[in-house]
């Protein structure tokens, strides 16, 4: 090779000791934000207007990173046609580059199968290719480009899959010397409620209810927590809580997007009808949603799911907040579960099959992560109580599971970290 | 139909809440009755130490950790667990692990197969077909065949990762980890009735060593100048589509970098790779053509690749070109209507992200080469298919082990991608 990789080492954020944390600014606010600066330059390529004024904007360092996506009737106006139908959903980028490096913009990290600007185009006309006629070049044109010069403002569109209601997404931007900027945006689109938005992330926890801890402490805490879910009246107990993740928020959304997980909604009526549909189609619904499971009293904070092939083939996990904080970060409990088909109740009309060896689907979420290069490290702790194969427990739906008993721990970086680099801690406890 | 608790609703026994009694066993019983139908077949796996496919198994060592793997074929596959896993899709791949090394080590079955079946997964697929007792044997036999997460200092462990099926070569990575260091394996397995299109091509013999030339990185910027832009048609009187990918590495990275990125191998004359064959370079066609779907449609990207006489230190320097093939209007042939998006940089582009997010890349540059031409006046390749492109090709120098995004090197050897 050409080079000498550098000692990954050197720029890998410890755990032990403390890791400095990335600024980021707004990540979940939404700023209606004067954008004189691509006014200045009209409408020639790589300025191009936002859609919208449910504009977002992060500021890192010195790139600003400004998004907007175009409800379906938007985008009819913008590109007369109705987009959404052929699954693309604009999304509008502008970064500003205030250093004095150029920069890439990496529309993969946004959505690693965006569609390109002339099938964009192509779909538009029903599969007629006609490169230079205006509707072809008005998206053409308007479509974002990677690069970033020093000092300069782009701004565009990548052709994305749809997402119904928020849209959620990352942002990269890369330079050289490993320079980068790493961003999460959530910009709701009407029509799908997301748990995130109903808790007072604030408010979750008084200050004096929350500790901070040590290793050996947060070892303690999160032996000492609940082993499963429970339902609302917290009688009768759920899914295995077998995972634990620390980091904040923005951390969390990060790297699970990354890793290409979705937001999910809790049920409610029209999801449901649409999750039936899909179940019997076996057509995929992203955004299908799950039940209440509960924890401290309260449903999940987050729920996020991953399609694989089809509404069969998924994987659902929760999240709770818990009132710890390690090295100054949020500490979270969870649950995941794999989808290995569909079965029929009264209550919920499908709800499906889980993996019964749930050890299996959170050592696949410890990969998940790790390929996302957002783990920087794990370890195990007890809890759970083991169950043996042979004397399965059931959840609140009647699906039995076994298990080991740990819950693993997952301490998530927000520097991409390489499968080397993964530390693996002796938190007093190990899988077999 | 009674409203209690039956054994027969899973091979696993188990015990429900109150309320899952409540309110799923009814459901349960219902659907067992739906499901159960007459299948009363007993389970029958053969033992996998005596099964024949092992005398096949490739053995890698890295430092301290040894690596045997095997593929089974549809009809050992069969003979192993009695159920026709290949018609589902699913390829066992049997995989054993030594650690030499005194400490732990972890097994990544994602690196595998990104989207593995579960074990339990496989057995719920065919949980209709056996008797209570066979499912509840075919059950276990799957949990206690699956790849153990872990294997302690000194000992071996083996078992069965379930991927989806590859048509052709079996390639795989398989990557072994402790804290803070891994071991990254690639395997190769060939499966009977396949042959790739690049087993086709003698590598060795290709080039006269007094033909290949050395150079070192710097070198190599000068020696892409005299690449061409464009390969040529079989008469070698009209261009065809721009020469936009040049890739650098070991035989070895290349291919790992191929598999991280999710790349498919094709086979020797497949009709996918008509219109590919057709482009010439050095006088030949591709040495080896590469195909990558749309998860969600039949759009894909071909990476044309041939092997050029450069040698950059010890590295290999493949010459290509990247394009997406736009779906055509439905049929039954569709490979024959896909036709090329003409903003053939966005391929590239795309390609450039695509190895850097799948930690391939070492360092990447740009250099020109190539016309460049404008979506309002685009340039038309021998068999008419319009294109533009900014001129510049794309330079990705793949690594054998995993790179983070973040020490990937941008070289500096001219403005990168301008559009």
Known sequence: ?432 | MTATPSPHVSGLDYRASASARRSGSLVFIVALSILSGCASRAFVATPVDQAGFLERAVVQTQQTVRVAAAVPDAKETLALTGLDLYQQGIQPVWLEVTNLGEQPVRTAVRSVDENYFSPMEVAWKYRKRLSEKGRADMERWFFENQLPRRVPAGETRSGFVFTHLAQGTKGFNFDVYSSESSHNFTFFVPIPGFFADYMDVDFQSMYEDGDIVRVDTAGLREALKAVPCCSLNASGDSLGDPLNVVIVGTALAVRRSLLRAQWQETALNAPETTVARTHRFLGRPPDGTFLKSRPDGSERKELRLWLAPLLVNDSRVLIGQVSYEMAGASGVKAYENHRMDPDVDNARDFLMQNFWYSQSLGALASVGGVPRSSISAPLRNFAGAEYFTDGQRVVLFVSENPVAMDQTDILPWRAVLTD
């Open chain 1, 1 to 432: 090779m050409i080079r000498t990789i550098p000692n990954p080492l050197a720029r890998l954020p410890r755990l032990f000791p403390p890791v400095r944390r990335m600024l980021l600014v707004g990540a979940f606010l939404s700023l209606a934000l004067p954008v004189s600066a691509q006014q200045d330059g009209g409408l020639d390529r790589g300025r191009i207007p936002p859609p919208n004024e449910r504009v977002q904007e992060t500021l890192i360092r010195d790139v600003r990173v400004t998004t907007a996506v175009p409800s379906a009737a938007e985008t009819q106006a913008i590109f007369g046609a109705n987009l959404y139908a052929s699954n693309i959903q604009p999304v509008w980028i502008q970064v500003e580059n205030l250093s004095e490096e150029n920069l890439f913009f990496l529309p993969v990290g946004l959505d690693p199968a965006y569609f390109t600007p002339i099938e964009t185009g192509y779909r538009r006309e029903n599969r007629i290719l006609n490169l230079n006629s205006s509707a072809n070049r008005n998206i053409y044109d308007s479509s974002m480009r990677l690069r970033v010069e020093a000092g300069d403002i782009r701004s565009g569109y990548v052709f994305s899959r749809v997402d119904e209601g928020t849209k959620s997404f990352n942002v990269d931007v890369f330079g050289d010397d490993g320079r980068h900027y790493l961003m999460t945006f959530f910009v709701p689109v009407p029509g799908l409620r997301i748990d995130h938005y109903n808790v007072d992330w604030a408010n979750l926890y008084s200050e004096d209810e929350i500790r901070e801890v040590d290793r050996d402490g947060l070892v303690d805490a999160l032996q000492s927590l609940a082993c499963c879910t429970t339902d609302k009246s917290g009688e009768d107990h759920g899914d295995p809580l077998n995972i634990a993740v620390v980091g904040d928020l923005k951390d969390v959304y990060y790297a699970f997007m990354r890793a290409g997980w979705d937001e999910t909604e809790t049920i409610y009526r029209t999801s449901l009808l649409k999750t039936l549909g899909s179940a019997l189609t076996g057509n995929e619904y992203r955004y299908s949603p799950v039940s209440a499971l509960y924890v401290f009293g309260r449903a999940q904070d987050v729920a996020l799911q991953k399609a694989r092939a089809d509404i069969h083939q998924r994987n659902h996990l929760r999240l709770w907040m818990a009132p710890i904080r390690y090295q100054g970060l949020p500490v979270w409990i969870g649950q995941i579960s794999r989808d290995i088909g569909v079965r029929f109740t009264w209550r919920t009309i499908t709800t499906h099959k889980i993996d019964p060896d749930v050890d299996e689907t959170r050592e696949y979420l410890v990969e998940d992560l790790a390929y996302a290069q957002s783990l920087a490290g794990l370890g195990y702790v007890t809890g759970v109580g083991a169950a043996p194969y042979d004397q399965p427990r059931g959840n609140l739906t009647g699906d039995p599971y076994f298990t080991d008993g740990l819950r693993v721990v997952l301490f998530l970086s927000d520097e991409p970290v390489n499968i080397s680099e993964i530390q693996v801690f002796d938190l007093g406890s190990r899988p077999d």
